[in-house]
């Protein structure tokens, strides 16, 4: 007997024996679907997007019993799980993510469905566990001083040294971000990392020759 052989026999013995068991497909997918509320639930309490859109949440939740069901019908038939592992292999997901911590869940919720199809109950509840807490404390640690933009219009493009000083003040490390001279005035995007941004703004409109001053938060990583 070649080692192909073998190799042949072990894997058809293994699926000959596992079958499929309705019990434990109730089980499973029983398991699994509360996991998915305790998933929903989670992820419902910690988004913060002014927008909730609940269709991705449940989307999200129910994954995880789908791919419970993949896991357990590939563990029951050999033909089956190769035609999964073809037809998985053709799929593209396009659906944009919208946040970072979308797609954690999103992993989250994919990872139980498959600790669950293999019958580790016990480890899916310790990964929700260790997620939940992960999450928790990691969103108390407090973060450096939000970026700001601000935008500055001018009359006279001599005032950039007076509008430099006041932001110096207020915000030491700053980068111009922008720079536009034009015959009738100057405009200036500035990033500052201050926490009187708006006095900033106020101090920078008194100014004769600014016209307009705004601040625009700048959602983007801090950088070191």
Known sequence: MGFNDIIKNSVLNTFST????????????GVCFLMAVYIYFVYRFISRTTFYDKSFSVS????????????????????????????LSIVRF?????EPMDLLFLF????????CGAGLYELAALLALVCTMGILIL?????????YLVIINARDKSAEADILSIIRRYSPRYKIDSKNITRSG?????????KK?????????????????????????VKN
């Open 18 to 29: 596992t079958g499929f068991s309705t019990t434990n497909a109730i089980i499973s997918l």
């Open 60 to 87: 999200m939740a129910m994954v995880s019993v789908v791919v419970t069901g993949i896991i357990l019908a590939m563990q029951a038939n050999l033909i089956i799980s190769l035609g999964m592992v073809g037809a």
């Open 94 to 98: 396009r659906t944009a993510i919208k």
């Open 108 to 115: 989250w919720s994919i990872s139980t469905g498959i600790i």
């Open 139 to 147: 969103q108390i640690i407090p973060v450096k001083t939000s970026p």
């Open 186 to 194: 100057m405009d200036l995007i500035v990033e500052i990392r201050s």
């Open 197 to 221: 941004a708006n006095a900033l703004v106020d101090e920078l409109s008194e100014l004769e020759p600014v016209t307009a001053a705004s601040l625009l938060y700048h959602d983007a990583p």
